[in-house]
């Protein structure tokens, strides 16, 4: 990957979920109904309506949108270009709409195959109407989220109670979400430890300062760590804002690491930041709370440290916090490199970083000296034009190969903006 511009992926929306009532839920649908009736009207072609059977008194949280959304791009992924399309929400959720020059049988075959094919398709509700605003019927009966018998004969009978079916629900929600997230984790790993050029890091021409580690080292770590990074999530909604359980999964992230690359540390900094952000997000994908907030507030509960390690031992010599006091403040600097990926692409997101960032890194291996020297070089690789500083780059890749200088701790804030940008943070 080189550093060209780049165009951020779409955001999650985080809002407090709210309960509704019988006679609320029964307005949503009249509003529906007629926005379905006024598309009709307008085009006169079959009309695909996309909604979520969320069982509850609580239709709609950032979760839910998450998975209409993605419901959504795969109906539009697998239809000719609809003539019109609106998407709302209300009261009991999000609803898409879409006017389609195509067949009502068939629209309805689709449908059912995206409600089929999707992991969490069973929650997805996919409506055709025919260009006289006729409901097709399916051609086959959906099954009970908690039984797998007929949906029908179980919802008529009330043969499980409102909270089995919402923890069914659930289930399969965070089903579909926690690999999706631990995946996003993982490719953030791949895309930092390929990029190139990297002053004094690996990358795809050569190790940097680094005579331990090369890149399919890290490959080999960031993809033993995906499981942990599922558990992360998982446990960030099962046992939400509590940093006890997040650590004992660090942990055995860090076991696993060390065995994939034969004891070396490749990703103790991205394990940290990382599990913070994946249990914040799961939590919040289900309340709505801020997520940097939140994982600063599980970073607030951290006891002791590493003692030993280098991190330990530059804090206790320069007074400066690394990936904890970063994590402490809600990660400004990995939001900050995050938002230069949308506007210049990754080589300038981590010339920033280098510019501004008290790299724990630098100054284990390289005292204050070796810190500015790394900020005086990108600083002046910035000033240059964006197709000058690959060029820059190299040179300041000899510079600190030469000075055995290595921005581990810029490397896994860069990192963490990948997974940002990837998860939609």
């Given at each position: 990957m080189t550093g060209g511009e780049r165009r951020g992926g779409r955001r999650i929306e985080f809002f407090a979920p709210r309960a509704v009532g019988l006679e609320e839920v029964l307005e949503?649908?009249?509003?529906?109904?007629?926005?379905?009736?006024?598309?009709?009207?307008?085009?006169?072609?079959?009309?695909?309506?996309?909604?979520?059977?969320?069982?509850?008194?609580?239709?709609?949280?950032?979760?839910?949108?998450?998975?209409?959304?993605?419901?959504?791009?795969?109906?539009?992924?697998?239809?000719?270009?609809?003539?019109?399309?609106?998407?709302?929400?209300?009261?009991?959720?999000p609803e898409a709409l879409l006017a389609c020059r195509m067949e009502a049988p068939?629209?309805?075959?689709?449908?059912?195959?995206?409600e089929e094919e999707t992991p969490?398709?069973?929650?997805?509700?996919v409506d055709v109407l025919d260009g006289e605003g006729r409901k097709l019927s399916r051609a086959v009966?959906?099954?009970?989220?908690?039984?797998?018998?007929?949906?029908?004969?179980?919802?008529?009978?009330?043969?499980?109670?409102?909270?089995?079916?919402?923890?069914?629900?659930?289930t399969l929600l965070v089903g579909w979400a926690a690999p999706r997230?631990?995946?996003a984790a993982e490719a953030a790993l791949l895309e930092e430890a390929r990029l190139t050029p990297k002053p004094g890091l690996v990358d795809r021409s050569n190790n940097g300062a680094h005579r331990d580690m090369d890149l399919p080292m890290l490959e080999r770590s960031a993809r033993a760590l995906r499981p942990y990074f599922e558990r992360?999530?998982?446990?960030?909604?099962?046992?939400?804002?509590?940093?006890?359980?997040?650590?004992?999964?660090?942990?055995?992230?860090?076991?696993a690491m060390m065995e994939a690359t034969g004891g070396v540390n490749a990703h103790r900094g991205a394990i940290f930041a990382l599990g913070l952000l994946l249990g914040?997000?799961?939590?919040?994908?289900?309340?709505?709370?801020?997520?940097?907030?939140?994982?600063?507030?599980?970073?607030?509960?951290?006891?002791?440290?590493?003692?030993?390690?280098?991190?330990?031992?530059v804090r206790a010599r320069y007074?400066?916090?690394?990936?904890?006091?970063?994590?402490?403040?809600?990660?400004?600097?990995?939001?900050?490199?995050?938002?230069?990926?949308?506007?210049?692409?990754?080589?300038?997101?981590?010339?920033?970083?280098?510019?501004?960032?008290?790299?724990?890194?630098?100054?284990?291996?390289?005292?204050?000296?070796?810190?500015?020297?790394?900020?005086?070089?990108?600083?002046a690789a910035l000033w240059l034009p964006q197709g000058m500083r690959p060029w820059a780059m190299r040179g300041m890749d000899r510079v600190m190969i030469r000075r055995n200088l290595s921005p581990g701790g810029s490397a896994d804030l860069l990192a963490l903006a990948f997974f940002m940008e990837r998860a939609g943070l």
């Open positions: 949503a649908r009249e509003r529906r109904q007629a926005a379905q009736r006024a598309l009709l009207a307008r085009w006169g072609t079959p009309l695909i309506s996309l909604c979520m059977n969320v069982p509850g008194p609580i239709k709609d949280t950032p979760l839910i949108e998450l998975a209409f959304r993605h419901g959504l791009d795969e109906l539009e992924a697998r239809l000719p270009p609809p003539l019109a399309i609106e998407v709302r929400r209300d009261a009991i959720g068939a629209l309805k075959a689709l449908g059912e195959a995206v969490m398709g069973r929650l997805l509700d009966p959906r099954t009970c989220i908690v039984c797998g018998g007929p949906a029908f004969d179980c919802a008529r009978s009330r043969g499980h109670g409102l909270a089995a079916v919402e923890a069914a629900a659930r997230f631990a995946e992360f999530f998982r446990t960030g909604i099962e046992e939400p804002d509590q940093f006890l359980p997040l650590k004992e999964i660090g942990v055995e992230a860090e076991t914040a997000l799961g939590a919040s994908l289900l309340d709505g709370q801020d997520v940097l907030q939140r994982a600063a507030a599980l970073a607030r509960q951290r006891r002791g440290g590493c003692e030993g390690s280098h991190g330990a031992s007074g400066a916090g690394g990936a904890v006091e970063e994590a402490l403040a809600g990660f400004p600097m990995a939001c900050r490199a995050r938002a230069a990926l949308e506007a210049k692409g990754p080589l300038t997101a981590l010339l920033g970083l280098l510019a501004r960032c008290t790299d724990t890194n630098l100054l284990y291996r390289g005292g204050r000296k070796g810190l500015l020297l790394v900020r005086s070089m990108a600083r």
